[in-house]
């Protein structure tokens, strides 16, 4: 373990990698003693990471039953979406004066490894390089408190997109999604921080892509 994170929060990425990865699903109800004996660790931390995930909207406290994953309405999907676009478009478009040729490098190669992913069917490497894309403008972004809203609403999204059953589907609809990353590499290319920040809010995130596993 990392000697700098605290216990809650290393039983907080556990609980969020078991969402992405499909192990606990909407409407499971998380196993707190499992968690522990898995990790380790005392109830009190893991208590403390559902009741922060509880407040971030991914798991829904019932009373006598525990803390279950919080599914969102279509409704709510869009809604979310909505707010997503807009805040990291604005995150992009404040951040894209301050990045360097070093960070336009490293936006190049997660997209180069991105299509490698996509490629060879490796969706859970696509996701860490997707992740890792949009982490280097945030990273420089200077409203601190906008980029932490945004990945808080992110979360809400994660869940394991890789259906078994549908590779080719999975694999036409990341290609789109990375080519849209392309896109925003070109706009930042040009500091047309504008057409950046519109392009991220009526595009990358559209409501209507919340027909498909949001990425």
Sequence with gaps: MNNYLSLKDHVYNYIVDQINNGKLIAGSKVNESAIS????????PVREALIQLSSEGLLENIPRKGFLIKSLTKEEAKETYFIIGALDGLAASLAAPLLTDKHMKEMEFYIQSMDLAINTGNFLMYHKMQEA???VYLAVCPNKSLVNLLLQLEKRFLKNFADPNQVELTKKRLLQTNNEHRKMFE???????AELE?????????IDKTEVIPL
């Design 187 to 193: 706009l930042f290319s040009k500091g047309d921080s």
């Design 133 to 135: 894309f949009h982490g």
């Design 37 to 44: 004996e898995s990790l380790k660790v005392s109830r009190t």
């Design 198 to 206: 519109r392009f991220m809010k009526e595009v990358h995130w559209n």
